[in-house]
């Protein structure tokens, strides 16, 4: 019979958080949810990042996030779960600026704006919610092209004029590039919840806190 070796504090994970029992964020976490709703779809792969920054976000919003891991959902409603009917042109996608995109979108003048799939300014009032792609730039790409339905939303175009928290402890495909978490603050924070953004933003800090300790920055993840 083959028997089970124990798993360190480092290995075991939080069933909430889903984070090794070391980095677990759950004791001191504040919800604050918001009026706009956030819709995460997180790669496979990066849901077992120990430094994706996603499951922090979606805990943090509460009600406010719907959290889903895998590749590809039929629709919005879909994704958003059972008794979800929203309409796409409500809802906007963090927009990725992938060169095969049928209708590229111009540069942002702003540090936030919303656009609708031929380029033109969408007022944030009409914004009901969002759609954040979390992986990495291959991962992410692969959720847009897997999920059609996306190119029926309109596109949040941020302009972010500071790097990312993560700094040296997690590498960025460039500057400017932000983590999921950080992307959803800086929407919230457009679109007047501000409450709620800087609650993301302290309990990022948190994380990153215990990222930071020794023995926990050894290996750097992309």
């Not at 959290?67 to 994704?79: D, I, K, M």
């Not at 897997?146 to 928290?165: D, G, H, I, Q």
Request: contains cysteine; hydrophobic residues 35%; charged residues 25%.
């Amino acid at each position: 019979m083959r028997i089970a070796t124990p798993k360190t504090p480092e290995q075991a994970s939080c069933p909430s958080c889903w984070k090794a029992e070391s980095l677990c964020i759950c004791e001191n976490l504040r919800q604050i949810p918001s009026k706009l709703k956030v819709l995460v779809l997180q790669h496979p792969r990066e849901s077992k990042n120990p430094k994706t920054s996603a499951r922090i976000l979606s805990l943090s919003l509460g009600d406010s996030a719907v959290h889903r891991v895998g590749l590809s959902w039929r629709s919005l409603n879909h994704a958003l779960g059972v008794g979800r009917s929203e309409a796409p042109h409500d809802w906007a996608v963090l927009y990725l600026g992938t060169q095969k995109d049928s209708a590229p979108i111009s540069p942002p003048t702003g540090p936030f704006e919303i656009r609708d799939r031929k380029g033109k300014f969408v007022p944030l009032r009409k914004l009901k919610g969002i759609v954040l792609l979390d992986g990495n730039w291959k991962q992410s790409k692969t959720l847009w092209w897997r999920n059609a339905w996306l190119l029926k939303l309109n596109r949040v175009l941020l302009n972010p004029t500071t790097n990312s928290r993560f700094g040296t402890l997690r590498k960025q495909p460039r500057e400017r590039c932000l983590s999921t978490l950080e992307a959803g603050a800086e929407s919230l924070l457009a679109m007047g919840e501000t409450a709620a953004s800087e609650n993301l933003i302290v309990q990022f800090e948190s994380f990153l806190g215990k990222l930071r300790r020794p023995g926990q920055t050894a290996v750097q993840t992309p």
